[in-house]
Each structure stands twice: as C-alpha cells, then as structure tokens.
C-alpha cells in the first residue's frame, strides 16, 4: 500500500516533486550502487601487482564488500524506519562517495579493504528506495515503480561489467573508482534536491546490542562460506566460523524477541507471507548468480578447449548487458501482472522463466548468441522476481516497518548469492579438464552449475506456493491492492 496523501505546494514555494522524477533518481541511485558491485572484476587479476599482495590478501577487496554490505543492510533498513529513510540514504550515497575515493587513493592493500568496505556500506540504497515510494507514491503507481527501482539492481549489475572492462582497458585502474565517486555524488545531489523525506518514522531508541550480534553472526556465517573454498571446507577456521555463526545468530535470535523495538522484528518476519517470501528469495539469489558466475567464464575461455569462445572481458560484459536492460523494459509488464493476479503469482512465473533460461543455456552453449538469448530469458524471470518480493514483503508489514522488512529482504538475496558462489566454486573446482599444463573447469562442470540455477529458480517456485493469500496488517491495505487509497485514508482517520 501506499499511505502517501497528496502533496502539495505552499503559497510562494515551488511544487514537490513529483512520482516521476522521485522514482527516476532513485532508481539512478540503485544503478549506481549496483554499478559497484561488479566494479572491481575486471581488475581481480591485477589487483596482487597492483596492490603489491598476494592473490589471497586481495580477495578481501571483494570479501569485505561482501560483508559490510550484510550487515549494513538491515541497520540502515531499520534506521530509515526510525529516523528517517531520506536521510539513511543520503549516508549511504556518502559512504559510496567516500569508500570510492579511499580506493582511488590507495597503493596498498589496507586502504583498498577499507575503500571496499565503505562501499559495501551503501548496499542498502534499494530497499531503502522502495521503502521511500511506499510513503511517497499514490497506490496505483506503486507496483511499477516498485518494479523499476528492484530491476535497478540487474541493470546496474549487467552493464557495470562491460563499463568497467572499458575504463580498465583504456584507463589507469583508479579510475574505475573515481568513476564510481563521480556517479554517487551525482546521485547523491539528485536525492537531495528531489527526493522529499518522509513523515512515516516509528522512532524509539535504536537495539544497538541486537545490531552487534547480527553482525557477529553474519559476519561468520559469509565469511565461512565466502573463504571456505580457500580454506578448505572442513578446516578448523571454517567449520568454526559455521558454528559460531549458528550460535551467536540462535543467541541473537532470543534476545530480540525480548527487545521492545527490535533491530528485526522476528515475530512479524515469521509472518507467512513475509517468512516463505524470505526463503523463495535465497533460492531466487542463488539462481540468479549462478549466470554471473558461468557466462562471463564460458565465453572468456579459449577455444581450442572445445567450448570456450575466446572473447575478451569486454565482450562478455557486452554479451551481459542486455539481460539488465530486459529486467527494465519488464518491470511494467511485471507490475501489471502483480496488480491483475497477485504479485505471489509473478513471483512463481518469474521463477519459472529463468529456470527456462537454464534449461535453455544447457541445451545452447555454442555461439555467442546463445549466451545473449538464454541470459536475456533468465534477466526477464529475474525481472519478474525481483518486482514481486518487495511487493509481498510490503503487503504484510505495516509502513513503519517498510524499510527493515525491505532490508532483510534483501540480505536474504544476498545470502543465496554468497552460497551460489561457494557451491559453483566446489563445482568448477572438482570437475575440470587438463588444458595443457592447467587444469580448468570442464564443459560438464559448467552445466551442472547452470543446472543447479534451474534448480534453484524451481525450489524458488515450489516455495512460493505456498505464499498465503495476501492479508494486510491491522488498519492497512496490501501494497498496490485495488482500494488502497480509500483504505489508507480510512486507517489515518
């Protein structure tokens, strides 16, 4: 639903600004964030020379983005509710501005890790974004915009590779992250002039104890699976890391059904709704990075292996591109779906066409073609999923929880991306070929991994299905229902 009440100006000042131009900068603003993500590929290989490190060391540039965004995402989430989400977005366009110059500056590892970490900081622009269109759009325009602002995320990822694979190519490497501190303080500027701030804040004192121990345990937990291919599965550092993390977050977990205003409020995240939407959305990461994973490797490799394609990293980075501008171009066709059968129901055929893109892929993997129409069909379901969680999330949570329920929405995405990594890696690195003196991973490894996304968009389909209908939390319509507006009036009255 959408509480906003209509806007308007006071004698003398100029009009707010209106739907339009709020979803358009923010919908910028989750490119650009999502734009960081894939920053620093194209230079994973260099970074050791650059950074005078070893290979081992400057995995941490990628690890502690990885992390600071989990535990990043549900604090702002929460603070946006409390104090105010324009203002948790403004901070979080700051900490990309200010991790990207960090990073542009430095020569040396410790200076990286910390440019890295700061970025991750800024992870929770998108939830924080469609928590802003829930307080700021009529109902009818919130399932579209919705939409929009969630592709974001797809789009920023698929044509951050062949843009930063441009500058890297053409440029010295510190000028993939004066790019990135170029872009956050454009979009920053834009938020301040033309987003309004919203009056739906819950206030109260924020569980900085609960914030600690969440970040402990997720901390562990993605460290674990993130390192432990390099450690080894069974060593004593992973296996203690999974442990700790399994107790510090059931720990965590007791304490904050004890808080009276809970960094997450798990009595209404075991709502139904909100519960299996969580895990239908693990399993939608976990699919949806599986094709990040294979492509760009499948289409790099040297041909003579027999099913490589010997393309460059630009090319593969353009092969991707259209899949982001795909989710895009859906997002209304998604919207429109949500609005006539439920956004349960976009979520199950969103799920459906991306394990018919797998499937596709693991049928054509010849020519290059093939690559751009199997990751534009997977980019189209991923479109469709990603327009209809938040949807779910926010027609069983009331406004004032918007953006933490949005922000572990989130985390639980990101949570099936780290473990699509880690399992593709066990993958890849178990089934290889010999290529001369190197061993690389083979064609059948590659399709087992594009069949485990399938698999992982099905069990997303499965789980979906049992999505209740969608009920309202007491006094307030569902998001994008038919009556919204009459409802919402009727519940400030």
């Not at 358009?24 to 050791?48: E, K, R």
């Not at 924080?128 to 789009?155: F, K, N, W």
């Not at 798990?266 to 699919?287: C, E, K, Y």
């Not at 990603?386 to 639980?412: D, F, Q, R």
């Amino acid at each position: 639903m959408s509480d906003a009440p209509a806007r308007s100006a006071a004698p003398g000042t100029s009009a707010p600004p209106g739907p339009g131009a709020v979803v358009a900068v923010l919908a910028f603003s989750g490119i650009v964030v999502s734009l960081m993500q894939t920053l620093v590929i194209p230079i994973v290989g260099q970074l050791p020379q650059y950074l005078n490190a070893s290979a081992s060391d400057t995995a941490w540039a990628v690890t502690a983005t990885l992390l600071a965004a989990a535990v990043a995402t549900p604090v702002t989430g929460r603070l946006g509710d409390m104090y105010g989400k324009r203002r948790m977005l403004l901070l979080s366009m700051a900490m990309l501005v200010i991790g990207s110059a960090v990073a542009g500056l430095s020569d040396s590892l410790v200076p990286m890790i910390v440019g890295r970490a700061l970025q991750g900081l800024s992870s929770g622009v998108i939830p924080l974004g469609i928590s802003i269109l829930r307080d700021e759009l009529p109902a009818e325009r919130l399932g579209s915009a919705t939409a929009t602002i969630s592709a974001s995320l797809g789009v920023g990822g698929a044509l951050g590779l062949p843009a930063a694979a441009l500058i890297a190519d053409n440029f010295d490497w510190h000028a993939l992250f004066w790019t990135s501190a170029a872009l956050g303080v454009v979009a920053l500027v834009m938020v301040l002039l033309l987003v309004p701030e919203s009056k739906v804040r819950t206030g109260g004192r924020f569980d900085l104890a609960g914030s600690a121990g969440m970040a402990a345990g997720l901390v562990c937990l993605l460290l674990a699976i993130s390192k432990g291919g390099d450690w080894g599965w069974s060593s004593g550092t992973t296996l203690g890391l999974f442990a700790a993390a399994v107790v510090v977050l059931v720990a965590w977990g007791l304490f904050e059904l004890r808080v009276e205003r809970p960094l997450v409020d798990l009595r209404g995240a075991a709502r139904p709704q909100v519960l299996i939407t969580n895990l239908a959305s693990v399993a939608i990461g976990f699919s949806m990075f599986s094709m990040s994973l294979v492509i760009p490797q499948l289409l790099q490799l040297p041909e003579r292996t027999g099913y490589g394609l010997g393309q460059s990293l630009l090319a593969a980075g353009l092969v991707m591109a259209p899949s982001g501008l795909v989710m895009m171009a859906l997002a209304p066709v998604s919207a429109l779906l949500s609005r006539a059968k439920g956004p349960k129901v976009t979520l199950m055929t969103g799920a459906l066409i991306v394990a018919a893109g797998y499937g596709l892929n693991v049928l054509l993997m010849e020519e290059v073609w093939h690559f751009v129409l199997a990751s534009c069909v997977i980019g189209a379901g991923i479109g469709f999923t990603y327009g209809a969680m938040p949807a779910l999330i926010m027609g069983a949570v009331p406004a004032s929880e918007t953006g933490a329920a949005n922000s572990l929405n989130t985390l639980m995405r990101s949570i099936g991306t780290s473990v699509a990594s880690a399992v593709a890696g066990v993958v890849l690195a178990q089934m290889t070929t010999r290529f001369g003196a190197h061993a690389l991973p083979s064609e059948s490894g590659f399709r087992t991994v594009l069949a485990l996304g399938a698999g992982a968009a099905l069990l997303g389909f499965a789980v979906a299905a049992f999505i209740p209908r969608r009920h309202a939390p007491a006094g307030e319509a569902p998001a994008g229902a038919e009556g919204a507006p009459e409802a919402a009036e009727a519940a400030r009255a």
